[in-house]
């Protein structure tokens, strides 16, 4: 079994849509979250990161966290055709680790 | 902006050959990586290396050697390429919670 698991997609959404892109992990001792997003033929940028259970905004971007879970989530409200890229969530055990990445999630914002 | 650099967008090498990719940061970060990415498998780790002449292996070094003479440049070394090596490979160097990627090096073995 994977540590990270992310569906690969590709996910296909009309504008304004809201996009919900989720990963699950199986050890209960990663600590640190983190959502990175891939332009194609560019390398990965960091979009979001968070530590805690529980939500975090920023503009039309939320990542959740349910660590009873072990389940995360990235939500893209009123999604945009300039949101088409690959989202990878990435997590790690904690300051000093290593990040485990997911398999990454294309996703398509159709005009 | 921090900015990492990598030497070739696209490379094509036959098998056999000794293949080298360069990887370039200015942020006098001392931490540097190399990953390749492979569809559906994500981002998988190399090496890492956390000072200059120091590395470390992650969790697929079989094949690759890396080198770490000066802090900013860290370069990744393919003894004798494969096929099986094909694939897009990625730099990245570490600030204190954030990786800053390169724009990849897609390499194609014959």
């Known amino acids: 079994q994977k540590e990270v698991e992310q569906d690969p997609g590709p996910l296909s959404v009309p504008e304004g849509a809201i996009v919900s892109l989720n990963c699950t992990y199986s050890?209960?001792?990663?600590?640190?979250f983190m959502w990175y997003r891939q332009y194609s033929r560019k390398g990965p940028e960091l979009l979001m990161y968070t530590y805690s259970s529980g939500n975090k905004e920023d503009g039309r971007f939320t990542a959740q966290v349910d660590k009873s879970s072990k389940y995360i989530s990235l939500f893209i409200r009123d999604s945009q055709p300039s949101d088409s890229a690959t989202y990878l969530c990435a997590i790690r055990r904690n300051a000093g680790n290593m990040l485990t990445f997911g398999g990454g999630t294309r996703l398509m914002v159709k005009p | 902006d921090v900015k990492v650099t990598q030497s070739s967008r696209y490379l094509v090498k036959r098998t056999g050959e000794k293949v080298f990719l360069e990887c370039v940061q200015d942020?006098?970060?001392?931490?540097m990586f190399w990953y390749r990415q492979d569809p559906g498998l994500g981002l998988r780790l190399i090496y890492f290396?956390?000072?200059?002449?120091?590395?470390e292996k992650g969790d697929i070094p079989e094949g690759y050697s890396v080198s770490r003479e000066k802090k900013e440049r860290f370069s990744l070394i393919l003894e004798s390429a494969s096929t099986n090596q094909t694939s897009m490979y990625l730099c990245a160097s570490r600030a204190a919670r954030e990786q800053f990627f390169g724009p990849g090096t897609r390499l194609t073995v014959l």
């Open positions: 290396s956390y000072d200059v002449k120091m590395k």
């Open positions: 050890n209960s001792a990663f600590q640190y």
């Open positions: 942020m006098d970060h001392e931490n």
